[in-house]
């Protein structure tokens, strides 16, 4: 037989994730709070940037390079019938913005960026002060 005690902080838990899904979440100074997932893959001389933004034109975003931060931003639109009734509307829509600090300066001038279908990836070198380099010993 399997006796299951009840913490008496069970209750206090339950209303306390209640609560903290029922509240409103301040915005982050855009009409939506957007998310956009970004994969980040270190090499040995650049840093390889992966982001998920499906629907925006290579024209409609804006990437920024400075020091250790690469920031992408840009504005999706959906394109709705203002005047439509929509059962349910779950794409996004407004500006987003995502800077990922990176552990090491970024050379901005040789960066590139390819946009397809929907995948942004962008290939970031390290700064040439930031890259590892070899030593020779000389012995006397």
């Known amino acids: 037989m399997t006796l299951y005690i009840r913490s008496p902080f069970a209750n206090t838990r339950s209303r306390m994730l209640e609560n903290m899904f029922d509240r409103d979440w301040p915005e982050f100074g855009f009409d939506n709070a957007i998310a956009v997932p970004v994969d980040v893959k270190a090499e040995d001389d650049s840093y390889v940037l992966t982001a998920l ?43 987003f913005s995502r800077t990922v600090t ?32 070899s030593i020779k010993i000389v012995s006397k």
């Open 53 to 95: 933004i499906p629907g925006i034109k290579a024209d409609d975003l804006n990437i920024q390079v400075v020091n250790e931060s690469v920031t992408i931003s840009g504005e999706f639109t959906h394109g709705r019938d203002e005047n439509s009734t929509y059962i349910l509307a779950e794409r996004p829509a407004g500006r």
């Open 102 to 133: 990176l552990p090491m300066s970024l050379n901005a001038a040789t960066a590139e960026a390819d946009l397809t279908n929907g995948v942004l990836t962008l290939r970031v070198p390290k700064a040439e002060e930031a890259k590892p380099k």
